[in-house]
T-cell receptor, first 118, second 116 residues
Framework: GAVVSQHPSRVICKSGTSVKIECRSL??????MFWYRQFPKKSLMLMAT?????????EQGVEKDKFLINHASLTLSTLTVTSAHPEDSSFYIC??????????????FGPGTRLTVL | AQSVSQHNHHVILSEAASLELGCNYS??????LFWYVQYPGQHLQLLLK??????LVKGIKGFEAEFIKSKFSFNLRKPSVQWSDTAEYFC??????????????FGTGTRLKVLA
């Protein structure tokens, strides 16, 4: 149990376009989902926390108009990178929490999405 | 600001050598602690976690970690590494206990390379 998927796994887009990344909890309902960005040879940086049915909470320095997060259901959250630029190229990882029977603190991670903006 | 430090950025060991990866955090209150592993091309996987109780925690694949509150540390150990342990290891901390809004703070990661 506790499987989290992301789609797509890789995406290449032109500068100025928007890209949507999906994060799904496959076998449990996730009350909270998290979006991270991982820079090369660096740690994971939390971008935002989203709760189903409410607005996401963004970390300091993360542009909410640039990185749109929608948590439409207990199994799906989406991250849309709007008007992408080369500096947005990165590895984006989502995680989900709230699995019944575990501590609310534990998160389960998706496989990540490699975004390359040309 | 709260932070998590992993002092070893790159570690190279021969098979059968013992491993210890350091993790220190800066926060005086209740913490939950995790070690994750990321194998090449794969997603983060939980190795072990500490919430409360016995400070010596055993995880999967022969890994263990010891929570030493007085040292704000949660070091990861394995008595004898294998080539398949080549991966990146992340320490993560959640501040503040088990309820309410919770966020992981990740360390910068340690790349382990095990030579066959």
């Amino acid at each position: 149990g506790a499987v989290v998927s992301q789609h797509p796994s890789r995406v290449i887009c032109k500068s100025g376009t928007s890209v949507k990344i999906e994060c799904r909890s496959l076998d449990f309902q996730a009350t909270t989902m998290f979006w991270y960005r991982q820079f090369p040879k660096k740690s994971l940086m939390l971008m935002a926390t989203s709760n189903e049915g409410s607005k996401a909470t963004y970390e300091q320095g993360v542009e909410k108009d640039k990185f749109l997060i929608n948590h439409a259901s207990l199994t799906l959250s989406t991250l849309t990178v709007t008007s992408a630029h080369p500096e947005d190229s990165s590895f984006y990882i989502c995680s989900a929490g709230g699995l019944a029977g575990t501590s609310y603190n534990e998160q389960f991670f998706g496989p990540g999405t490699r975004l390359t903006v040309l | 600001a709260q932070s998590v430090s992993q002092h070893n950025h790159h570690v190279i060991l021969s098979e059968a050598a013992s491993l210890e990866l350091g993790c220190n955090y800066s926060y005086g209150g209740t913490v939950n602690l995790f070690w994750y592993v990321q194998y090449p091309g794969q997603h983060l996987q939980l190795l072990l976690k500490y919430f409360s109780g016995d400070p010596l925690v055993k995880g999967i694949k022969g890994f263990e970690a010891e929570f030493i509150k007085s040292k704000f540390s949660f070091n990861l150990r394995k008595p004898s590494v294998q080539w398949s342990d080549t991966a990146e290891y992340f320490c993560a901390v959640i501040l503040g206990g088990s309820s309410g809004t919770y966020k992981y703070i990740f360390g910068t990661g340690t790349r382990l390379k095990v030579l066959a």
